[in-house]
């Protein structure tokens, strides 16, 4: 199955002048990128729980309540529903709140807000009422947490009309990913993968980023497409490496945008590649990887070789962390997967 | 039950020494039963110390020490006029509905006084965020009742500009506009907008079933710690459909207040005056930034919760037959005759009035067109999704193609 390798996008900027580039983690980068926000916006507000003093639980707040104040970068009550419902209210007012959900698992005391209002208040008031708020949401495994802090509920979100979500997979894309979502006037809910949050990449902050809800390709292959986001796509560019060094070259996308999707780039590798494997740490069932299925099986059927497979979490509530380890897509599961669609 | 039995608790402080100087309160006589604490919480229907009343049921104007308002004849006469329009194009609303033209309404009946007079106090740089039942509210900021009608008549879901007008949109998930509130007048405070007579503030609608939800508590607690100028205006009418007063709560609304540290004031929700007045100082209150505060305006839904429900099936008759001796309207009709020479002409110019507006509501209604099913696509997103975009091609495309037939059947293909 020896393959030539192709063009390689690395994920750092190119042409960057060395005095804007730093390498950075994707906490530090998310720091940056909300710094930036509020230093360029003064109706850009930081609101959430433990996010001025102690700089969030894991940091990506850091420093700024002291920068910009408390009026800027709000301690909040204990109430998510309070943080999303007061958010709706400020953007009601013109402000453009950036709301940050400690853990993924405590998203769902706001739901009701974000479904509610915040996905639809645009739609109902035919575009009168701008909704530009943007839901930071630290998700998935892999840091050996306790029940409720390791969840990837992105595809509840997808779901719901108004909305948009996106999610990060490296420091570069977290910083100018966060930037863009402020600056939209819709919802976005950012999904921010929490074991990624200390690896590190040089980010240029004056280079030109690629759009917001726009899919990437990473890596360039001809034996079979990997579509990915978040925190399984630093894994399944390790797969496509170790399947490089066998002479399989992979092609690997970071969808980037849960919705809208951005299928272009897959169905156009799809055509090249006849296969198509998913992988993600959400339950499979009515996921983003099912509605990718659903759509390549409908603009792709005469391309494929293999049907779609996925490398997913199961359905099931999240285990308990000793078992993680099976739950999480890993680098052996993807390429598993990978055999078994060169197989057919 | 007289209003007497409902006293606070006797605190431990109060009661003699009995040489116990630890531990719970001993139970004493004082402690009310679970009946009487349930009858407390519709006591002060009767008046009582804690019920702001300037206008009796039988119209007689009487004083309170904190809540005067000082009103000229004319300045009345609008109340009323506002009170018997806004029940008028209720009405209409309602038998609109049992016609077949809407597919549901929302009766405001028997809290015209409630509404108005908080509409009232309210000036054009505050912001109001309604339930679903303030069609007086709406009244007074200025919309024209028409517009009320796309939601019930399903062509939109709110065709007014809330930033405009100043009057959200109707929220109908119970209590989720107690926080967007609590977050407008947060940006009111950061805008700089509180401090003096000229400060803004915002004032929320919700009723007593909307008290037990989460979010009306969380509005609370952020309108408290964020010194918001934020009026919570609870409208207890005693029922949530069919869910009376005592399933909501075991303290009088108004109380609830104390717990969040800002005022809490019982006002007779039939008495237009006395909910104007109570309506205006709080917002004054707001203004200068002494907010939040909670009022509880004690009213009665007289009609059913919406055209859906059957109130005869969980409430009597002989409640029903009480509160229609308290009507908001007839109230301060009695009191223009008595006090102000208020003749039969004004009330049959009212009444002129209030049918016109009746039947330009229900013509207008009508003749309200369908709407385009491009509607179903538009404004979803600021910045369109192209999923969204091809989904409206493709059903518009499809819908074209049915247009297309009776051309074709006209060209005598069979």
């Given at each position: 199955m020896a393959a030539p390798a192709m063009e390689r996008t690395d994920v750092t900027n190119g042409s960057a002048r060395p005095d804007a580039t730093r390498t950075v983690t994707m906490a530090k980068s998310l720091n940056m990128g909300l710094r930036s926000a509020l230093e360029q916006d003064p109706k850009?507000?930081?609101?959430?729980?433990?996010?001025?003093?102690?700089?969030?639980?894991?940091?990506?707040?850091?420093?700024?309540?002291?920068?910009?104040?408390?009026?800027?970068?709000?301690?909040?009550?204990?109430?998510?529903?309070?943080?999303?419902?007061?958010?709706?209210?400020?953007?009601?007012?013109?402000?453009?709140?950036?709301?940050?959900?400690?853990?993924?698992?405590?998203?769902?005391?706001?739901?009701?807000?974000?479904?509610?209002?915040?996905?639809?208040?645009?739609?109902?008031?035919?575009?009168?009422?701008?909704?530009?708020?943007?839901?930071?949401?630290?998700?998935?495994?892999?840091?050996?947490?306790?029940?409720?802090?390791?969840?990837?509920?992105?595809?509840?979100?997808?779901?719901?009309?108004?909305?948009?979500?996106?999610?990060?997979?490296?420091?570069?894309?977290?910083?100018?990913?966060?930037?863009?979502?402020?600056?939209?006037?819709?919802?976005?809910?950012?999904?921010?993968?929490?074991?990624?949050?200390?690896?590190?990449?040089?980010?240029?902050?004056?280079?030109?980023?690629?759009?917001?809800?726009?899919?990437?390709?990473?890596?360039?292959?001809?034996?079979?497409?990997?579509?990915?986001?978040?925190?399984?796509?630093?894994?399944?560019?390790?797969?496509?490496?170790?399947?490089a060094e066998e002479g399989t070259e992979l092609e690997v996308i970071d969808l980037r945008s849960l919705s809208p999707l951005d299928l272009g780039p897959v169905f156009e590798s799809v055509r090249r590649t006849g296969r198509l494997v998913l992988a993600s740490e959400a339950p499979p069932e009515s996921s983003i990887t099912s509605e990718i299925t659903a759509r390549v099986q409908q603009e792709c059927f005469y391309s494929l070789e293999a049907p779609v497979l996925r490398v997913t979490g199961f359905d099931v509530p999240y285990p308990p962390t000793k078992l993680e380890k099976h739950f999480l897509p890993d680098l052996d599961r993807v390429l598993d997967a990978v055999d078994r669609s060169l197989a057919f | 039950m007289s209003p007497e039995h409902w006293t606070r608790p006797a605190h431990p402080a109060d009661e003699p020494d009995n040489g116990v100087t630890s531990g719970p309160p001993a139970a004493t006589a004082a402690k009310p039963t679970r009946e009487q604490v349930i009858a407390g919480l519709r006591a002060t229907s009767e008046g009582g110390a804690d019920l702001v009343q300037l206008l009796t049921p039988e119209g007689e104007r009487v004083t309170h020490p904190d809540f005067d308002i000082d009103l000229t004849a004319a300045q009345l006469r609008d109340l009323y006029r506002d009170m018997v329009l806004v029940r008028r194009f209720d009405r209409e609303g309602n038998a609109l509905q049992r016609q077949g033209q809407l597919g549901i309404w929302v009766p405001l009946l028997g809290q015209e006084a409630a509404q108005i007079g908080a509409g009232r106090a309210l000036r054009s740089g505050d912001m109001a965020f309604p339930s679903y039942r303030e069609h007086g509210v709406a009244w007074c900021r200025g919309l024209d009742p028409t517009e009320l009608l796309g939601i019930f008549r399903g062509t939109d879901h709110g065709s007014w500009d809330p930033l405009s007008t100043g009057f959200h949109l109707y929220t109908i998930v119970i209590g989720n506009q107690a926080l967007n509130a609590a977050g407008y007048a947060m940006g009111q405070k950061f805008d700089g907008k509180v401090g003096d007579d000229d400060g803004e503030a915002t004032m929320v609608f919700f009723g007593d079933g909307a008290t037990s939800q989460g979010d009306v508590h969380e509005a609370m607690v952020w309108g408290s710690v964020y010194d918001a100028p934020l009026v919570l205006?609870?409208?207890?009418?005693?029922?949530?459909?069919?869910?009376?007063?005592?399933?909501?709560?075991?303290?009088?609304?108004?109380?609830?207040?104390?717990?969040?540290?800002?005022?809490?004031?019982?006002?007779?929700?039939?008495?237009?005056?006395?909910?104007?007045?109570?309506?205006?100082?709080?917002?004054?209150?707001?203004?200068?930034?002494?907010?939040?505060?909670?009022?509880?305006?004690?009213?009665?839904?007289?009609?059913?919760?919406?055209?859906?429900?059957?109130?005869?099936?969980?409430?009597?008759?002989?409640?029903?037959?009480?509160?229609?001796?308290?009507?908001?309207?007839e109230r301060l009709r009695v009191h223009l005759v008595r006090e102000h020479d208020a003749d039969q002409a004004f009330f049959d110019e009212v009444q002129a009035e209030s049918d016109e507006l009746a039947a330009r509501f229900r013509e207008f209604c009508f003749s309200m067109p369908e709407p385009d099913p491009g509607r179903i696509f538009s404004e979803v997103y600021a910045d369109p999704s192209p999923a969204v975009t091809a989904q409206r091609d493709e059903l518009l495309g499809y819908l074209d193609g049915f247009a297309e037939q009776p051309a074709a059947a006209q060209g005598g293909v069979h």
């Amino acid at each position: 199955m020896a393959a030539p390798a192709m063009e390689r996008t690395d994920v750092t900027n190119g042409s960057a002048r060395p005095d804007a580039t730093r390498t950075v983690t994707m906490a530090k980068s998310l720091n940056m990128g909300l710094r930036s926000a509020l230093e360029q916006d003064p109706k850009v507000l930081v609101m959430g729980e433990d996010v001025g003093k102690l700089g969030g639980v894991f940091r990506v707040t850091d420093g700024l309540q002291k920068d910009f104040g408390e009026h800027r970068v709000l301690d909040t009550p204990l109430a998510e529903s309070g943080i999303i419902g007061t958010a709706v209210g400020l953007a009601i007012r013109g402000y453009r709140p950036v709301c940050e959900i400690q853990f993924d698992g405590f998203i769902f005391p706001g739901y009701d807000q974000i479904v509610s209002q915040l996905a639809k208040l645009h739609f109902r008031s035919q575009g009168k009422v701008k909704m530009p708020v943007v839901v930071r949401v630290p998700f998935g495994g892999g840091i050996g947490a306790v029940e409720h802090h390791s969840e990837s509920p992105e595809s509840l979100f997808a779901h719901i009309g108004g909305l948009k979500v996106v999610s990060c997979s490296n420091p570069v894309d977290a910083y100018w990913m966060l930037r863009q979502a402020i600056e939209c006037d819709d919802p976005v809910l950012f999904f921010e993968p929490k074991r990624r949050y200390y690896e590190k990449a040089e980010l240029n902050t004056e280079a030109q980023p690629p759009p917001l809800f726009a899919s990437r390709v990473l890596r360039r292959g001809t034996a079979a497409t990997i579509a990915t986001y978040g925190p399984t796509v630093p894994t399944c560019l390790a797969a496509a490496n170790a399947a490089a060094e066998e002479g399989t070259e992979l092609e690997v996308i970071d969808l980037r945008s849960l919705s809208p999707l951005d299928l272009g780039p897959v169905f156009e590798s799809v055509r090249r590649t006849g296969r198509l494997v998913l992988a993600s740490e959400a339950p499979p069932e009515s996921s983003i990887t099912s509605e990718i299925t659903a759509r390549v099986q409908q603009e792709c059927f005469y391309s494929l070789e293999a049907p779609v497979l996925r490398v997913t979490g199961f359905d099931v509530p999240y285990p308990p962390t000793k078992l993680e380890k099976h739950f999480l897509p890993d680098l052996d599961r993807v390429l598993d997967a990978v055999d078994r669609s060169l197989a057919f | 039950m007289s209003p007497e039995h409902w006293t606070r608790p006797a605190h431990p402080a109060d009661e003699p020494d009995n040489g116990v100087t630890s531990g719970p309160p001993a139970a004493t006589a004082a402690k009310p039963t679970r009946e009487q604490v349930i009858a407390g919480l519709r006591a002060t229907s009767e008046g009582g110390a804690d019920l702001v009343q300037l206008l009796t049921p039988e119209g007689e104007r009487v004083t309170h020490p904190d809540f005067d308002i000082d009103l000229t004849a004319a300045q009345l006469r609008d109340l009323y006029r506002d009170m018997v329009l806004v029940r008028r194009f209720d009405r209409e609303g309602n038998a609109l509905q049992r016609q077949g033209q809407l597919g549901i309404w929302v009766p405001l009946l028997g809290q015209e006084a409630a509404q108005i007079g908080a509409g009232r106090a309210l000036r054009s740089g505050d912001m109001a965020f309604p339930s679903y039942r303030e069609h007086g509210v709406a009244w007074c900021r200025g919309l024209d009742p028409t517009e009320l009608l796309g939601i019930f008549r399903g062509t939109d879901h709110g065709s007014w500009d809330p930033l405009s007008t100043g009057f959200h949109l109707y929220t109908i998930v119970i209590g989720n506009q107690a926080l967007n509130a609590a977050g407008y007048a947060m940006g009111q405070k950061f805008d700089g907008k509180v401090g003096d007579d000229d400060g803004e503030a915002t004032m929320v609608f919700f009723g007593d079933g909307a008290t037990s939800q989460g979010d009306v508590h969380e509005a609370m607690v952020w309108g408290s710690v964020y010194d918001a100028p934020l009026v919570l205006f609870c409208q207890n009418n005693q029922w949530a459909i069919s869910e009376p007063l005592e399933r909501q709560t075991r303290v009088p609304l108004y109380q609830r207040a104390a717990g969040y540290g800002f005022p809490g004031i019982r006002v007779d929700g039939n008495d237009v005056l006395a909910s104007l007045a109570v309506s205006k100082w709080a917002l004054d209150e707001c203004r200068h930034g002494n907010g939040p505060v909670l009022i509880e305006a004690f009213t009665y839904r007289m009609d059913a919760h919406t055209t859906t429900d059957d109130p005869t099936r969980y409430r009597l008759s002989d409640e029903l037959e009480a509160w229609k001796l308290k009507d908001p309207i007839e109230r301060l009709r009695v009191h223009l005759v008595r006090e102000h020479d208020a003749d039969q002409a004004f009330f049959d110019e009212v009444q002129a009035e209030s049918d016109e507006l009746a039947a330009r509501f229900r013509e207008f209604c009508f003749s309200m067109p369908e709407p385009d099913p491009g509607r179903i696509f538009s404004e979803v997103y600021a910045d369109p999704s192209p999923a969204v975009t091809a989904q409206r091609d493709e059903l518009l495309g499809y819908l074209d193609g049915f247009a297309e037939q009776p051309a074709a059947a006209q060209g005598g293909v069979h």
